[in-house]
């Protein structure tokens, strides 16, 4: 999974770690990443059973596929974090692809410390505080592959209240997809908890795409589906990013399509899409 956010993963899909039966839908339910949770998923009291459990999933053929899992670990100043390192690095040491994904990553320190612990692996960043949305670009130019902007946690966090026009969060959701976008990493945008809710999910991961994120938390797999279609360029986006393409060779690099100039930020644009539509 390249670190640029054309690339980001359609659906991120959160499972909660310490159910195996749910782990071995992953293959059928087919998210772009699957997320095992060992951090809000899990009950404090069943942190250290739930890493067993996990484990046993990981060894799984049915749960690990061909696709790419990660593993959300508890976060840096959690007692749990320094084993949780050592699970996914034991995980990954029997091959397949794996992946991390680190919570309420606030500093380039906690980035380097993964770094230590896990090597090259894929390392996904949440931002989902005050100070982590604060220096964001820091945190992802450490060395991070991409990053979710967890917009629950971060309202909390600032004292805020959670609406269903988001206002609340859009500086903080904007200002991720930003940090993301200058330091060539992957942004994956908010969940949506209405989890039943499609219109919502629909109208949600809309603003999300056209703020410039490329994917979105799910926390269904009716949300997958949802995202697969709303962050793939559909056929008329992909004959209209051609024509862009078409035009501006005509006109050595300037053109109209449908009365409307287009130049090479248009074409810069249109090969993104057509790049995320190939993959």
């Known amino acids: 999974m390249p670190g640029a956010d054309h690339a980001a993963p359609r659906s991120m899909l959160f499972l909660p770690a310490d159910k195996p039966h749910m782990a071995r839908k992953i293959v059928a339910i087919a998210p772009d990443l699957a997320v095992l949770d060992l951090e809000d998923a899990v009950a404090v009291d069943a942190k250290t059973a739930a890493r067993d459990i996990l484990a046993g999933s990981l060894a799984d053929p049915e749960v690990r596929g061909d696709g790419l899992v990660a593993v ?26 794996l992946a991390v994904v680190v919570p309420k990553v606030e500093s380039a320190s906690t980035v380097d410390r993964v770094r ?29 592959d991409g990053c979710y902007f967890g917009a629950e946690d971060y309202v909390v966090d600032v004292g805020g209240r959670r609406t269903a026009g988001g206002a609340e969060v859009l ?9 993301a976008a200058v330091s060539g990493t992957f942004a994956v945008d908010q969940a949506v908890v209405a989890v039943h809710d499609d219109d919502r999910f629909r109208s949600d991961a809309t603003q999300g795409r056209e703020i410039g994120y490329g994917g979105k938390i799910c926390l269904h797999p009716r949300q997958v589906e949802l995202a697969h279609e709303l962050f793939s360029p559909g056929l008329d986006e992909v004959e209209h990013a051609r024509r862009v393409i078409a035009a501006a060779e005509r006109g050595g690099g300037v053109g109209t399509v449908d009365g409307v100039m287009v130049d090479h930020v248009h074409v810069r644009q ?4 057509l790049a995320r539509a190939d993959r």
């Open 72 to 97: 959300r670990v508890n976060d840096v100043g959690s007692p749990w974090f320094a084993d949780d390192l050592a699970l996914v690095r034991e995980a990954a040491s029997h091959g397949g692809p």
């Open 116 to 144: 230590e612990a896990l090597g090259e692996i894929v390392l996904v960043a949440g931002i989902e505080s005050g100070l982590g949305v604060a220096d964001a670009r820091a945190v992802l130019a450490a060395g991070v």
């Open 171 to 179: 500086h903080a959701r904007s200002a991720v997809l930003l940090a």
């Open 270 to 273: 249109a090969r993104r899409l």
